[in-house]
């Protein structure tokens, strides 16, 4: 007995069939981002605008307590 995917006609049913869900749902992805796609794009630009100093603030202060540490491990000899 052939496997059931060997059968031309189911194959090509089954990707037609997938084929089909495929465009429904990119239609309704489209749909969804014509509605309001700006909003969230300008409320993560906004985000990174505001977050972005306090990360880079935390970024020079784990460096300077590693360079602190470090400094501190090679004057005890580790």
Known sequence: MDHPWQDDRRHFAAMDAQNRLNEEMAES????????????YLLFIGAVIFF???VEYCIDLYNTLAGYAHNLATAFGF
């Open 52 to 54: 972005k100093p306090f």
């Open 29 to 40: 992805d489209r749909a969804e981002a014509k509605k309001g796609g700006g909003f969230g």
